[in-house]
């Protein structure tokens, strides 16, 4: 007569086929934008990263199932924690009641239609960068602080609230910096909440007022990072890739590359040009780019969308009129003037 196996045995075989499993990698798609754009999540910009990453990979990516299970814990924060805390009415962000179809970008508009809207991160894209703010908050006094979601464990909390790294500051920082040169919106700082896996209900929270940041720096550390980018997704020889190596290190701790030594990293680069598979320039992938789809809108300092207050619907902004849309661009424009009355504004370099 056959015995069952003990609960040890299953225990076993189950934690045996879990440790095979996490050394598993499963590969997906790359994004050609994420590539040959800077993005504000890749700050501080690394070109070794960049270069090296997409000669050994080209357009796929591999992740770990303790990779995909961090990432994706992520993302789940960050959605309900802007779904929720939007509900309060102190996110400025872009809202979209898909029961009339109704657009309220820059706007509190977290409901319409008796229901709510669902909420959209801030695009930024101006200056050669694109990202999108997690949030924008308005504090008790009116003022508009950048907010970034991340995650972490308990332990690590006090310790984030802190020193929460150069990284996490710096691209913390650029998404105020470039969102004042796209939407002419000056916030009062930036904050980095960061909510525990293990326990929510504690949150730390890091805060940096602008005014104690020297903007000139961000400026020229932003024109800095566009130059190294620009470089890096045309470099097609050895020796540009290798001076773009040398010179540029990223300020990431953790970055792979950028603890080599020179040796190694030497190293690294000849046996990424051996590789015959994805050719540089990088610059030449925009060709599979495709146009944006009819609908979507950009609002920008210089050249806005709709209307921030008045109902208006998507699909009748192409039909608009010359004045009509001269008119969006002035009520628009009220809107930031509306915002920035509540802010302190700080003089900044322009280019």
Request: one cysteine or more.
């Amino acid at each position: 007569m056959l015995r069952p196996p003990s609960r040890y045995e299953v225990a076993s075989d189950f934690l045996k086929m879990y440790r095979k499993a996490s050394m598993t990698t499963m590969d997906s798609p790359a994004e050609i934008e994420r590539l040959v754009n800077l993005r504000c999540s890749q700050l501080p910009f690394c070109p070794a990263s960049l270069i090296l990453e997409y000669k050994f990979k080209g357009l796929v990516r591999s992740m770990d199932m303790f990779g995909a299970f961090y990432t994706t814990v992520g993302t789940a924060v960050h959605l309900v924690m802007q779904n929720y805390l939007c509900r309060q009415g102190k996110f400025l962000a872009d809202y979209y009641c898909k029961h009339c179809g109704t657009y309220y970008p820059l706007s509190h508009k977290y409901e319409c239609c008796g229901k709510p809207t669902e909420y959209e991160e801030v695009l930024i894209s101006t200056l050669g960068i694109v990202g999108h703010i997690d949030a924008i908050f308005q504090d008790a006094k009116g003022n508009y602080w950048i907010l970034d979601f991340k995650t972490c464990s308990m332990k690590g909390a006090d310790s984030k609230k802190n020193k929460p790294g150069v990284v996490y500051e710096e691209q913390v920082e650029s998404y105020a910096y470039l969102l004042y040169r796209q939407y002419g919106i000056k916030v009062k700082g930036v904050m980095l909440v960061f909510i525990p896996r293990d326990n929510p209900r504690n949150p730390a929270v890091w805060t940096r007022e602008l005014a104690k940041v020297h903007f000139s720096t961000v400026h020229e550390r932003i024109k800095k990072y566009r130059r190294v980018h620009k470089a890096a997704i045309n470099a097609t020889t050895i020796t540009e890739v290798m001076a773009l190596v040398k010179n540029n290190k990223c300020a990431n701790p953790y970055c792979k590359y950028c603890k080599m030594d020179s040796v190694g990293i030497r190293d690294m680069v000849k046996r990424a040009f051996k590789i015959k598979r994805n050719p540089l320039p990088m610059e030449d992938l925009r060709l599979q780019l495709k146009d944006k789809p009819e609908g979507m809108i950009t609002i920008s300092r210089f050249d806005p969308g709709p209307y921030v207050v008045t109902k208006v619907p998507l699909p009748k902004l192409r039909d608009l009129t010359k004045e009509d849309r001269l008119a969006l661009n002035r009520e628009i424009h009220l809107r930031i003037r509306e915002i920035n009355v509540l802010t302190d504004r700080l003089e900044i370099e322009k280019e």
